[in-house]
Nanobody
Framework: QVQVVESGGGLVQPGGSLRLSCAASGFTVDYLATGWFRQAPGKEREGILCISSDGTTFYGDSVKGRFTASRDNAKNTVYLQMTNLKPEDTAVYYC??????????WGQGTQVTVSS
């Protein structure tokens, strides 16, 4: 069974940093691509970026230069390093595994709150 579990969210002040983790099971992160998404209160889920099985990352314009994806194959975990966080980054953050061009496997999400 393919599963992903997000962790690492929390409360951070504007300008701060957080690193989110997405622990994978049922697949290896060097085999399936993984995407990061977020959903802010009252808004639809937004795609942030995707890291391919070979480690190539594709970023959305809204986070380019602030968010970075990385991967630890030994831990079978992908990460979302977020810097210079802004209040508008407040959302529940999700990761999802891509299979046959569709994000089929979703985690429970982790809350990120950016506030003074």
């Amino acid at each position: 069974q393919v599963q992903v579990v997000e962790s690492g969210g929390g409360l951070v002040q504007p300008g701060g940093s957080l690193r989110l983790s997405c622990a994978a099971s049922g697949f290896t992160v060097d085999y399936l691509a993984t995407g990061w998404f977020r959903q802010a209160p009252g808004k639809e889920r937004e795609g942030i970026l995707c890291i391919s099985s070979d480690g190539t990352t594709f970023y959305g314009d809204s986070v380019k230069g602030r968010f970075t994806a990385s991967r630890d194959n030994a831990k079978n975990t992908v990460y979302l390093q977020m810097t210079n966080l802004k209040p508008e980054d407040t959302a529940v953050y999700y990761c999802s595994a891509l299979r046959r061009a569709v994000f089929r496997y979703w985690g429970q999400g982790t809350q990120v709150t950016v506030s003074s």
